[in-house]
């Protein structure tokens, strides 16, 4: 079975800073999809950025972008000039692509984001 | 708006009764996803239907149950409800067809239950 694992539970940035949230991921599988989910105080789950494991070039969505490791089975997230209204909690999840596009997301147990003025 | 609307958006309940909660998917998607989440803790896998018949199972309680109607819509139902299954309860819809698709599922906005 697949797992993901994010070892932060908090982390800080000051405002203006770049950070840089961890995930890991086990999987036998070769075909895949991962994702970084933001979960504002509303709770709200919003798509930050994907990245397919097909692809070798890292994703970037304006001041977010990914390393993605495949070998090393590593996804981390990077927040450059960072603002006030990033922080929230970041949540890491992979999704499998075999047989399409209809399995579950595994969801990692998330990273707290605190942004210091 | 990600187009997959939950309702209600807040229950509040006591302990030992039953509630339902509907969710309906983005037009087009066949597969609905429901997660839990309880309070400061991830999203826990539920359970999954596609196109009417259940797909995929979680860790669901036996109190819980779910079924996915004709029209796509979808709805959990969790009965003799403890206090632990205060939560939020997050729908979420994809489309089944990978070249049209991004890979991600769309969440709606939750419904948070409370259980006194």
């Known amino acids: 079975a697949q797992t993901v694992t994010q070892s932060q539970p908090e982390m800080s940035v000051q405002e203006a800073e770049t950070v840089t949230l961890s995930c890991t991921y086990d999987?036998?599988?070769?075909?895949?999809?991962l994702f970084w989910y933001k979960q504002p105080p509303s709770r709200q789950m919003i798509l930050v950025i994907r990245?397919?494991?097909?692809?070798?070039q890292n994703a970037t969505e304006n001041r977010f972008s990914v390393n993605f490791q495949k070998a090393a089975k590593s996804f981390s997230l990077k927040i450059s000039d960072s603002q006030l209204g990033d922080a929230a909690m970041y949540f890491c999840a992979y999704r499998s692509a075999k047989g399409g596009a209809t399995n579950k997301l595994i969801f990692g147990t998330g990273t707290l984001l605190a942004v210091q003025p | 708006d990600s187009g997959v609307t939950q309702t209600p958006k807040h229950l509040i309940t006591a302990t030992g009764q039953r509630v339902t909660l509907r969710c309906s998917p983005r037009?087009?998607?066949?597969?609905v996803y429901w997660y839990q989440q309880s309070l400061d803790q991830g999203l826990q896998f539920l359970i999954q239907y596609y196109n009417g018949e259940e797909r995929a199972k979680g860790n669901i309680l036996e109190r819980f149950s779910a079924q996915q109607f004709p029209d796509l819509h979808s709805e959990l139902n969790l009965s003799s409800l403890e206090l632990g299954d205060s939560a939020l309860y997050f729908c979420a819809s994809s489309t089944q067809y990978r070249a049209l698709g991004t890979g991600e599922l769309f969440f709606g906005e939750g419904s948070r239950l409370t259980v006194l």
């Open positions: 037009s087009g998607d066949l597969s």
């Open positions: 990245q397919e494991a097909y692809k070798q």
């Open positions: 999987t036998s599988e070769s075909d895949y999809y």
